[in-house]
């Protein structure tokens, strides 16, 4: 009787290290302050999805994950922002304020944040400009393995319904600006380098963008 009791006894602490290999973190956005006010969002386009005003559930992530964007390099489709910096991107700052904003020009545009190396992404948190309610357009988000973006490029999300962009149908929907951002989970996907489109806004025809958080650890 005693044989058996040590036998399982050291069967239970073989599977001590793999309880400790499954154990998972939450992952917990830092939110910036809501806006209050403003004019009333007049679109109703057929794709767009209707607002959730419920808190958003955390997502379960191994340990270590971080915001792998913070600080990174940035660069873009054109050659100068029509306003702020590039680095505004990801800076931190996440307010509604004209001070955080990065504005490209008009048409389809893009910015893209360099990692630096592979790494595992588990999700992204996106804000454009969250000043009152507006819809952004042909919302493409879009990863690569190298800084060039020319490596095992894929698409991550897209709601560019119509395909006026011409980069394929998106099935994703259309959503109002939120102080919430987009979230955008990736499950651990491999990539270097992040690229983000978009193509003007109910408001202008301009591209602005307040922050992007990428959340990953380095691959291996």
């Known amino acids: 009787m005693k044989s058996v009791f040590l036998w399982g006894a050291a069967l239970a602490l073989l599977a001590l290290p793999a309880l400790a290999e499954d154990t998972t973190d939450e992952l917990i956005l830092e939110l910036p302050e809501p806006y209050f006010g403003g004019t009333p969002l007049d679109y109703f386009g057929p794709n767009l999805e209707q607002p959730n005003y419920k808190p958003r559930k955390p997502l379960p ?26 680095g505004f991107l990801v800076d931190g700052d996440k307010s509604y304020k004209d001070s955080s904003l990065l504005a490209i020009d008009r048409g389809q545009q893009w910015v893209q944040v360099d990692l630096g190396e592979a790494s595992s992404l588990y999700a992204i948190a996106l804000w454009h400009f969250h000043q009152g309610d507006r819809v952004y357009f042909d919302i493409i988000i879009q990863v690569a393995d190298d800084a060039g973006f020319t490596e095992n490029v894929r698409t991550v999300f897209n709601n560019d319904h119509d395909n006026t962009s011409e980069m394929g149908v998106g099935s994703d929907k259309e959503y ?45």
């Open 176 to 220: 109002i600006e939120s102080y919430k951002s987009k979230f955008v989970e990736l499950k651990g996907i491999e990539a270097r380098a992040v690229r983000f489109y978009s193509k003007g806004s109910t408001t202008d025809d301009f591209n602005h963008y307040v922050e992007a958080e990428i959340f990953g650890k380095p691959a291996g």
């Open 61 to 86: 992530v191994p340990p270590g994950i971080t915001n792998l964007a913070a600080g990174k390099t940035v660069s873009s489709s054109v050659s100068e922002p029509e306003f702020g910096e590039l």
